[in-house]
């Protein structure tokens, strides 16, 4: 048994780590190379892990793992390779029926969510007992793949004039001087969004997942 | 999963918002790390640099219009504060006369209070003698 098998209602086990970072987001380049010993994987995506464990608290252990039909990691890394695959949602839940418990359309439709938003760092699919001041998005229809591509492909609105964005523009003058509060988020779709009649923006702080898309 | 050059962009915005070697910068978001219950990411400050020629919106695709309207609200702010005008040098010679004309304001404030005092002084020195 590795330490995949263990159920969502443990804590994470240090060990998967590694393992779940290459069944999420495929094989590592050789850039990031790390022992694997304790302390080191203390701190290997320490942020993203906690990211990692809220979200599995959220929806594989709410109402005692009822509201969704994952029970294990490996659980989630299958539906991972699934959603990595030009798959619907009906076809990857069509595949989930013989792999995972018995559940329900919901069910299968809330660990698709989990599994989606521990992949791509999206809150995709709305989860009612979430507290968040952001927005989450619906995947109903074509692949992930294809809904991610659409959403961030949103045609350009406004007249793209040659704007000098100055040195002095960074996060921490944006808020001394322009008295924006920086609202740090674990969504991608949120990033950079202005919120609350423009007093706070929303900022994604999560460079390490971001760097280990760029190096696959 | 994401489209192509989409990761390396919002890198760069990151980048932009959070340079490397800005003392400051990370001095302030060490405090931010340390204070958040969320787990920041620790590697955000390393990440990197824009130079001159990236740091235009025209560089910008998939997060252009969010970038700048988040540039725009910044330049529209006016300080209100005292301590937003102490960092607030967007516009050099306006920070200068500012400061100029608050030390000046001080030092008349304290000009006039001596002068009461002398009067005073005067008065009394008056008085005593006269009664002497």
Same mark, same amino acid.
């Given at each position: 048994m590795s330490s995949l098998d263990s159920s969502l209602f443990d804590e994470v086990p240090l060990e998967i780590k590694p393992l779940a970072v290459v069944h999420l987001w495929g094989q590592q380049s050789s850039h990031f190379v790390f022992h694997e010993d304790k302390p080191n994987l203390d701190a290997y995506f320490d942020s993203y892990f906690k990211y990692y464990a809220q979200q599995c608290d959220l929806i594989g252990r709410h109402e005692n793992g009822e509201y969704s039909s994952v029970e294990t990691h490996r659980d989630i890394m299958t539906i991972a390779q699934l959603l990595q695959q030009p798959l619907t949602r009906a076809e990857v839940r069509k595949h989930m029926t013989g792999v995972l418990k018995s559940a329900n359309i919901t069910q299968h439709d809330n660990s698709n969510n989990l599994v989606a938003r521990l992949m791509l760092m999206i809150r995709i699919g709305g989860v009612p007992h979430e507290y968040s001041k952001g927005r989450y998005l619906e995947w109903e229809e074509g692949n992930l793949r294809e809904f991610v591509h659409n959403y961030f492909a949103v045609p350009p609105t406004r007249d793209r004039d040659r704007i000098k964005l100055e040195k002095s523009f960074n996060a921490l003058n944006v808020q001394r001087i322009g008295g924006i509060k920086i609202w740090w988020t674990d969504n991608l779709a949120d990033h950079l969004r202005m919120m609350d009649d423009d007093k706070a923006v929303f900022i994604f702080h999560h460079a390490s997942f971001l760097e280990h898309q760029l190096h696959k | 999963m994401f489209p192509p050059c989409f990761i390396e962009e919002t890198l760069r915005t990151l980048m932009l918002l959070f340079p490397r070697y800005n003392p400051r910068i990370k001095k302030w978001y060490q405090k931010e790390v340390s204070k958040s219950a969320c787990g920041l990411d620790k590697r955000l400050i390393g990440i990197g640099n824009l130079n001159a020629e990236e740091r235009q919106s025209e560089n910008f695709n998939y997060w252009h219009d969010r970038l700048v309207i988040l540039k725009e609200v910044y330049d529209e &702010?006016? $300080?209100? &504060?005292?301590?937003?005008? @102490?960092?607030? %040098? %967007?516009?050099? $010679?306006? @920070?200068y006369t500012f400061w100029v004309a608050l030390w000046v304001l001080v030092l008349t404030i304290v000009t006039i209070m001596l002068t009461v005092v002398q009067c005073i002084e005067g008065g009394l020195q008056v008085y005593l003698s006269m009664r002497a």
């Amino acid at each position: 048994m590795s330490s995949l098998d263990s159920s969502l209602f443990d804590e994470v086990p240090l060990e998967i780590k590694p393992l779940a970072v290459v069944h999420l987001w495929g094989q590592q380049s050789s850039h990031f190379v790390f022992h694997e010993d304790k302390p080191n994987l203390d701190a290997y995506f320490d942020s993203y892990f906690k990211y990692y464990a809220q979200q599995c608290d959220l929806i594989g252990r709410h109402e005692n793992g009822e509201y969704s039909s994952v029970e294990t990691h490996r659980d989630i890394m299958t539906i991972a390779q699934l959603l990595q695959q030009p798959l619907t949602r009906a076809e990857v839940r069509k595949h989930m029926t013989g792999v995972l418990k018995s559940a329900n359309i919901t069910q299968h439709d809330n660990s698709n969510n989990l599994v989606a938003r521990l992949m791509l760092m999206i809150r995709i699919g709305g989860v009612p007992h979430e507290y968040s001041k952001g927005r989450y998005l619906e995947w109903e229809e074509g692949n992930l793949r294809e809904f991610v591509h659409n959403y961030f492909a949103v045609p350009p609105t406004r007249d793209r004039d040659r704007i000098k964005l100055e040195k002095s523009f960074n996060a921490l003058n944006v808020q001394r001087i322009g008295g924006i509060k920086i609202w740090w988020t674990d969504n991608l779709a949120d990033h950079l969004r202005m919120m609350d009649d423009d007093k706070a923006v929303f900022i994604f702080h999560h460079a390490s997942f971001l760097e280990h898309q760029l190096h696959k | 999963m994401f489209p192509p050059c989409f990761i390396e962009e919002t890198l760069r915005t990151l980048m932009l918002l959070f340079p490397r070697y800005n003392p400051r910068i990370k001095k302030w978001y060490q405090k931010e790390v340390s204070k958040s219950a969320c787990g920041l990411d620790k590697r955000l400050i390393g990440i990197g640099n824009l130079n001159a020629e990236e740091r235009q919106s025209e560089n910008f695709n998939y997060w252009h219009d969010r970038l700048v309207i988040l540039k725009e609200v910044y330049d529209e &702010t006016r $300080p209100n &504060t005292l301590s937003q005008f @102490w960092y607030d %040098r %967007r516009n050099g $010679p306006q @920070w200068y006369t500012f400061w100029v004309a608050l030390w000046v304001l001080v030092l008349t404030i304290v000009t006039i209070m001596l002068t009461v005092v002398q009067c005073i002084e005067g008065g009394l020195q008056v008085y005593l003698s006269m009664r002497a």
